[in-house]
């Protein structure tokens, strides 16, 4: 069983950044593609963005592309989603989520992961 704790979300104002962490136990971290999806209040569960395990491309929403970045670090079981020139419409609950699959475009499909994170706030206030 994997455990993920995601944290760094908070208030922002629009313009402002903040970079989400989510920290995943054991040691086989690096088996995993990682996603971030969010939920706004009223709304339905989208993707964000996503990383493979491995050499490959990196994939984001229309909404964010330009602004977000995915990274990971498999020494520290730990990926991030640095979020930058933060819109009130990015206010959410941001989840990170782990598969051994692997989506390519089709990530915003509703995919199929493995373990889910609790979520973390983030509001951006206008």
Do not use: H
């Not at 994997?2 to 086989?28: F, H, I, K, P, Y």
């Amino acid at each position: 069983q994997v455990q993920l704790v995601e944290s760094g979300g908070g208030l922002v104002q629009t313009g402002g950044s903040l970079r989400l962490s989510c920290a995943a136990s054991g040691r086989t971290f690096g088996i995993y593609n990682i996603a971030w999806f969010r939920q706004a209040p009223g709304k339905e569960r989208e993707f964000v963005a996503a990383i493979p395990r491995s050499v490959g491309r990196t994939y984001y929403a229309d909404s964010v592309k330009g602004r977000f970045t995915i990274s990971r670090d498999n020494a520290k079981n730990t990926v991030y989603l640095q979020m930058n020139s933060l819109k009130p419409e990015d206010t959410a609950v941001y989840y990170c989520a782990v598969t051994t699959r692997w989506y390519g475009s089709s990530w915003s499909l509703d995919p199929i992961m493995d373990y889910w994170g609790k979520g973390t706030l983030v509001t951006v206030s206008s």
